[in-house]
């Protein structure tokens, strides 16, 4: 696993209860037990690991990062695009 | 002995207008105050849009050395009740000022003095700040600053519960006139949060609305932040009928309530109690009320979460009311909202129409009531109600009739 992959699974598995840190790529974040101010809380944890905007509404309904995958996918893509 | 406790005078400085005459000749035309802030810079904000209050010089209101001594905040509650005292054609004079009340809510007191002190401190490391820096930015300012401007020597104290601080306020100030504890109440809110620093935090919570604040509707976005400030003069009836003052309207029920859930989500169950506890307070059955202002702030959560304590409380007679939110127009102005919203409230009795919930771009199942949208609408309201819900759980809700 890369180094974005694994530190993107850390800063999701802070957020989670012991129990539920051994999760997959395909595991959906509500599943996981991730509300929305857990969410919120997440994106900042992001945004200041990777230097990144993510734009976020936790209002908005089609927020697309449903998966852990979705998660490092979109997080890769922002960084490629930073640097 | 209680006492019937009436409104004689109100001030208001909104994103729509800095006379209570124009906030509600624009409020019941539907005219927006949300637009890009200019009083900040937004280069380095993704939250752009504010309900800004526009056009406020202080100098048309204060001298210099008056303006050193107050905070954006303080300036706003002053002219507020300035404009409320003057309203109400009370003097406060022969033993009246000592048994008259200032409560004054706010949600973060003296912002822009914060904002401007720590620039100075970590930016541009200063040495020193302003000897004032304090008096200004303290929770209480703006009601020590209304009780210096207008005179008044009787209990004096600031009220904070966030985003209900005003309706907290103007409840217990109801409260004491009812119960003689005062004769006359100068009470209201007043919150002026649009610095760099605050927008940052709002920005970073992820619940503002990158357009425009759109309650109730479907597609909305969030909340929009405001600034402002509502004073009202209330007194016992009997003291507006010895001196022949113009009665306004009369409050007649508070409610409280907390959640003790989250810090954030909305309640139902905490909105119900405190809608419950007002209508108790006020001995008005649900079916006496034909409007209720919302709190709806734009929040997905939130405008669900008031729409099914309002049909909870109201049972079948919740499809027969008329529900609007402000914050359509003015944005969200935090310790304030509940003062402009209250004097909205008693506009809308007095002058039998419901002011609208614009920028409705049709209905959210979640949300199925009739909320007056876009456009304004002819209404006899009897009594209503207006309702304050903050975060951290904190609930409030005015009860208002008609006079006559």
Redesign the interface.
């Given at each position: 696993m890369d180094d974005v992959a694994s530190d993107v699974i850390a800063i999701i598995a802070e957020r989670l209860p012991a129990e539920k840190r051994n999760f997959g790529m395909a595991d959906r974040l509500e599943d996981l037990g991730i509300d929305s101010f857990s969410a919120v809380e997440m994106i900042f944890d992001l945004e200041e690991k990777f230097d990144i905007q993510i734009s976020y509404n936790s209002n908005d309904a089609r927020f697309d990062l449903e998966t852990v995958g979705d998660v490092i996918s979109a997080i890769k893509n922002l960084v490629a695009g930073r640097s | 002995m209680s006492h019937r406790v009436v409104v004689t005078g109100w001030g208001v400085i909104s994103p729509i207008g800095n006379t209570a005459a124009e906030y509600w000749s624009n409020l019941s035309r539907g005219v927006s105050g949300i637009a890009d802030a200019t009083i900040i810079s937004t280069d380095h904000l993704?939250q752009k849009v504010v309900a800004e209050v526009k056009d406020f010089d202080p100098r048309r209101y204060f001298d210099d050395r008056q303006i050193t001594t107050l905070d954006r905040v303080s300036q706003f509650a002053v002219v507020a009740a300035r404009e409320a005292v003057e309203h109400a054609s009370i003097s406060f004079a022969d033993g009246l000022s000592e048994r008259t009340a200032t409560i004054i809510g706010t949600g973060v007191g003296g912002q822009s003095t914060q904002d401007e002190s720590y620039k100075r401190l970590y930016q541009e490391h200063a040495k020193r700040l302003h000897p004032l820096t304090i008096p200004r930015l303290m929770v209480n300012a703006p009601a020590s600053q209304v009780s210096m401007h207008c005179g008044l020597r009787g209990p004096c104290f600031a009220v904070a519960s966030a985003c209900a601080s005003a309706t907290h306020a103007v409840g217990l100030a109801f409260h004491l006139v009812r119960s003689g504890g005062a004769t006359c109440a100068v009470t209201g809110g007043s919150d002026a949060c649009i610095t760099f620093g605050t927008m940052k935090g709002w920005e970073?919570?992820?619940?503002?609305?990158?357009d425009t604040c759109r309650p109730f509707s479907r597609d909305?976005?969030?909340m929009v932040i405001g600034e402002g400030a509502a004073i009202v003069v209330l007194e016992s009836m009997e003291h507006a009928r010895q001196r022949s003052a113009t009665m306004l309207g009369e409050i007649v029920g508070f409610g409280m309530s907390s959640d003790a859930v989250d810090l954030?989500?909305p309640d139902e169950s905490g909105m119900v109690r405190a809608l419950e506890n007002a209508l108790a307070d006020s001995r008005l059955s649900p079916e006496d009320i034909q409007y209720v202002n919302a709190h709806g702030t734009?929040?997905?959560a939130n405008d669900e979460a008031e729409t099914q304590a309002i049909k909870r409380i109201f049972g079948r007679h919740a499809g027969k009311l008329a529900v609007s939110s402000n914050k359509s127009m003015i944005g969200h102005a935090l310790g304030a909202a509940g003062g402009l919203e209250l004097v909205a409230t008693l506009m809308a009795i007095r002058e039998e129409i419901a002011p609208p919930t614009i920028n409705y771009l049709g209905p959210d199942p979640a949300c199925d009531l009739d909320y007056v949208p876009n456009e304004a609408r002819p209404l006899r309201i009897e009594a209503a109600l207006s309702n304050s819900f903050a975060f951290g759980g904190l609930n409030a809700v005015l009860a208002v009739r008609r006079l006559w």
């Amino acid at each position: 696993m890369d180094d974005v992959a694994s530190d993107v699974i850390a800063i999701i598995a802070e957020r989670l209860p012991a129990e539920k840190r051994n999760f997959g790529m395909a595991d959906r974040l509500e599943d996981l037990g991730i509300d929305s101010f857990s969410a919120v809380e997440m994106i900042f944890d992001l945004e200041e690991k990777f230097d990144i905007q993510i734009s976020y509404n936790s209002n908005d309904a089609r927020f697309d990062l449903e998966t852990v995958g979705d998660v490092i996918s979109a997080i890769k893509n922002l960084v490629a695009g930073r640097s | 002995m209680s006492h019937r406790v009436v409104v004689t005078g109100w001030g208001v400085i909104s994103p729509i207008g800095n006379t209570a005459a124009e906030y509600w000749s624009n409020l019941s035309r539907g005219v927006s105050g949300i637009a890009d802030a200019t009083i900040i810079s937004t280069d380095h904000l993704t939250q752009k849009v504010v309900a800004e209050v526009k056009d406020f010089d202080p100098r048309r209101y204060f001298d210099d050395r008056q303006i050193t001594t107050l905070d954006r905040v303080s300036q706003f509650a002053v002219v507020a009740a300035r404009e409320a005292v003057e309203h109400a054609s009370i003097s406060f004079a022969d033993g009246l000022s000592e048994r008259t009340a200032t409560i004054i809510g706010t949600g973060v007191g003296g912002q822009s003095t914060q904002d401007e002190s720590y620039k100075r401190l970590y930016q541009e490391h200063a040495k020193r700040l302003h000897p004032l820096t304090i008096p200004r930015l303290m929770v209480n300012a703006p009601a020590s600053q209304v009780s210096m401007h207008c005179g008044l020597r009787g209990p004096c104290f600031a009220v904070a519960s966030a985003c209900a601080s005003a309706t907290h306020a103007v409840g217990l100030a109801f409260h004491l006139v009812r119960s003689g504890g005062a004769t006359c109440a100068v009470t209201g809110g007043s919150d002026a949060c649009i610095t760099f620093g605050t927008m940052k935090g709002w920005e970073a919570m992820r619940i503002m609305a990158p357009d425009t604040c759109r309650p109730f509707s479907r597609d909305r976005k969030g909340m929009v932040i405001g600034e402002g400030a509502a004073i009202v003069v209330l007194e016992s009836m009997e003291h507006a009928r010895q001196r022949s003052a113009t009665m306004l309207g009369e409050i007649v029920g508070f409610g409280m309530s907390s959640d003790a859930v989250d810090l954030l989500s909305p309640d139902e169950s905490g909105m119900v109690r405190a809608l419950e506890n007002a209508l108790a307070d006020s001995r008005l059955s649900p079916e006496d009320i034909q409007y209720v202002n919302a709190h709806g702030t734009g929040t997905t959560a939130n405008d669900e979460a008031e729409t099914q304590a309002i049909k909870r409380i109201f049972g079948r007679h919740a499809g027969k009311l008329a529900v609007s939110s402000n914050k359509s127009m003015i944005g969200h102005a935090l310790g304030a909202a509940g003062g402009l919203e209250l004097v909205a409230t008693l506009m809308a009795i007095r002058e039998e129409i419901a002011p609208p919930t614009i920028n409705y771009l049709g209905p959210d199942p979640a949300c199925d009531l009739d909320y007056v949208p876009n456009e304004a609408r002819p209404l006899r309201i009897e009594a209503a109600l207006s309702n304050s819900f903050a975060f951290g759980g904190l609930n409030a809700v005015l009860a208002v009739r008609r006079l006559w």
